[in-house]
């Protein structure tokens, strides 16, 4: 492993958000302690809003900033190592930051549209921002963690930081799906625990100071010395209880409920980024036990779990008429999509499937933030009942139509990039019988949306329906979240190739071989000096 950087970045990252959350969930809001201003419920819900915007701001910038220094010097660290960004945490670092901002902005229409048709009171408006703060919180410090143990005690305590806001409305259905949440992430993530220990047992006798044995960098480092059947069972406990938490069949069946469930926004946060956090620990352990026993036996169960969450959930999701259900059997696809990318391995699978991570967060977020849209002017998110979106409020139903056939997997929108990858990699790996089989049930899944695109968005809208988009405060969010949608389907920005590619490497554990976007995104790596440079190539030098 490189050496990192001392950095404060991580733990200011970290403070900001916990800092709201606690002020927002302990403070006692009583109206007689406030300013006079904010004496009434609009004015409170005002004050709630500018506190929120600041703690996304917040997060962005700070996401930005370690971001920025990551690809300049390299992997930082701070508290003795046991906070540590390097360029596979930075992915997913900046994930939180754009997708927290763009679901956090929604949230304040969405909420007050909810706060208007008395869903929710000022009390439990609080209580959202408060939590989602909160939430923040939780997923940075997973991937922000170096500790093993502290990786497990943050994805644990995403269950907590999030199960008040699936359950926010207080209605049976919501309140079930939290519940269910609840028990079946913690009893999953219990199993993470146990292969977290058993790395760490291991790592204690081997290592000459047992106190770096909780640390990741440490582990990676001596992973040749640890025991290869106790590195396997410990796989296999990681895969089961953080898979849980990242929706990968079998233990997938919270999911569904909760994205429903929840407040869109929260379900953009679900979909877009929680999922991928529980894969970051997956990929750390994968990394671990790559170094132990090599790749045939990760890869093994990495392409059986993955193909069977694409093709379970392509079926399911066809036959749904819940349009959030529908999106949530999309993304437990999608995660299967990601996993089978990770199992064909290389340089070219593990580039394929970051950014499938990347393209699929913003583009969930995107879409479940327009099925918000839909909910707050049909009332409903029966698809039956949810006709000609187009007519009703046209720009809804052009970004509905958007997210359909970027899901899809159409050009020239990003998914269509980081799938056809995905493919490449499995075809060149030698896989292309799983290929075809993923294949055959992105069709199924291809179907569904195309449904939703005629019947929904193109169909005929019910004539009692008042005609008028919702308001600019929640489409606007949606815009940005489209520009970037299609931004990445026509080209890779060179920041994020050159951060994919050394993520790529980490995982690779220096491998830096050429890595291949697409056809017309083609990049090489090398090594210059220690340092990893990235540079755009022709065909002709290709096939050179």
Known sequence: ???????????????????????????PWFRESLPEAFATDRGSVTLLERIHLGSIGYVFLLSVAALIQVLSNGAISAFGDWLFVDALGAVFMMLIGVVGLMTGLYSIAYIRHDLESGAIDAGKVRIYYGFFSLFLFTMLLAVTANNIIMMWAAIEATTLGSAFLVGLYGQKSSLEAAWKYVIICTVGVAFGLYGTVLVFSNAADVLADPHQAVLWTALVGHAAELDPMLVKLAFVFALIGFGTKAGIFPMHAWLPDAHSEAPS??????SGVLLKCALLIVIRFYVITVGTVGTGF??????????????VSSLLFFVQQDLKRKLAYSS????????????????????AALLHTINHSVTKALFFCSAGNVLMKYGTRDLRAVKGVLRVAPATGLLMMGCALALAGFPPFNIFVSEFMVFMAGLNEGYGWIMA??????????????KIVADSVLGKSPETMAKGDVGWKALAPLGVLAVLVLTLGFAVPQPLSTLVQQATA???????????????????????????????????????
């Open 265 to 270: 926004p929260v379900s953009g946060l679900l």
């Open 1 to 27: 492993m490189t050496a990192m950087v001392p950095s404060i970045l991580p733990p200011l990252l970290l403070i900001g958000p916990l800092a709201v959350a606690l002020f927002l969930l302990t403070l």
């Open 506 to 544: 980490v995982v690779m554990n220096g491998d830096s071989r050429p890595v291949v976007a697409a056809p017309w995104q083609t990049y090489d790596t090398v090594r210059a000096g220690g340092q990893l440079v990235t540079g755009s190539l022709s065909q002709t030098e290709i096939s050179k």
């Open 437 to 450: 089989l993923c294949a055959l049930f992105l069709c199924i899944t291809i179907a569904g949306l195309v």
């Open 332 to 351: 437990i696809e999608n995660v299967g999509l990601i996993v089978v990318a990770l199992g064909v391995g290389g340089p070219l699978g593990i580039a």
């Open 298 to 311: 990760p890869q093994m169960l990495l392409l059986t779990l993955g193909l069977l969450s694409v093709g």
